[in-house]
């Protein structure tokens, strides 16, 4: 089956510090790969992306690592704010076909950012 | 941006009893909407895939007489929960895809803010 949540694992980094999330994805067809974060009693919300083509993205204060050979995925967090604290979820989907926006999340990440 | 609009955000019903929870994507046009499912402290998991004039296509092991779906708009699609019982208490989320414009695709695929569902 495809990858499934049962329990969070948590990080906690002091503030200024820099964040490093880890995913492992199933799906060898995936060629199209989300970072999110949700906040408690919200919807996920978009960080960044990156499609199987490339290694690395970087976007403001975040850079997401891609290494398809062992199927992980990274996000770092640069100089990590309190308001950074919140869970996080990478997702992986084919970005084409029928597939399209059928997203598999990975298990999550409780991320607490200390000031 | 896309914007999807999720009704109600908070629920709480009598065992037995059924809830519809709506799903509006207010800026875009969406052929297709997926809805997930996320029990405390767990990830989200697909239930299914909503599409407009057609019927739902469900996962595995999510029952379709239970958690009716019907799309019957480019703009809406809602979800019934049917004789709800506690076990179904969970955050329900929609997302939505947009018709054509390959935004989405770029920048991720919008979702709403969720219902908390709880079953008393």
């Known amino acids: 089956g495809e990858s499934v949540g049962l329990h969070l694992p948590t990080l906690s980094v002091q503030e200024g510090d820099n964040s490093i999330i880890n995913c492992a994805y199933s799906n060898s067809a995936s060629d199209y790969f989300i970072w999110y974060k949700q906040e408690s009693g919200k919807g996920p919300q978009f960080i960044i992306d990156?499609?199987?083509?490339?290694d690395k993205r970087q976007g403001q204060r975040v850079t997401v690592l891609l290494n398809k050979t062992v199927k992980h995925l990274s996000l770092q967090i640069a100089a990590t704010q309190p308001g950074d604290s919140a869970v996080y979820f990478c997702?992986?989907?084919?970005?084409?076909?029928?597939?399209?926006?059928?997203?598999?999340f990975g298990q999550g990440t409780i991320l607490t950012v200390h000031p | 941006g896309a914007v999807v609009s999720q009704h109600p955000s908070r629920v709480i019903c009598k065992s037995g009893t059924s809830v519809k929870i709506e799903c509006r994507s207010l800026d875009f046009q969406a052929t297709t909407m997926f809805w997930y499912r996320q029990f405390p402290k767990q990830s989200l998991m697909l239930m299914a895939t909503?599409?407009?004039?057609?019927?739902?296509?469900?996962e595995q092991g999510v029952e379709k007489d239970k958690f009716l779906i019907n799309h019957a708009s480019l703009t809406l699609s809602t979800l019934t929960v049917t004789s709800a019982h506690p076990e179904d208490s969970s955050f329900y989320i929609c997302?939505?895809?947009?018709?054509?414009?390959?935004?989405?695709?770029?920048?991720?695929?919008?979702f709403g803010s969720g219902t908390r569902l709880t079953v008393v």
């Open positions: 909503s599409n407009e004039g057609s019927k739902a296509t469900y």
């Open positions: 997302s939505a895809r947009d018709l054509g414009t390959g935004v989405v695709v770029t920048y991720g695929y919008t």
């Open positions: 990156i499609r199987s083509n490339m």
């Open positions: 997702a992986e989907t084919r970005a084409g076909g029928t597939s399209y926006g059928k997203l598999t």
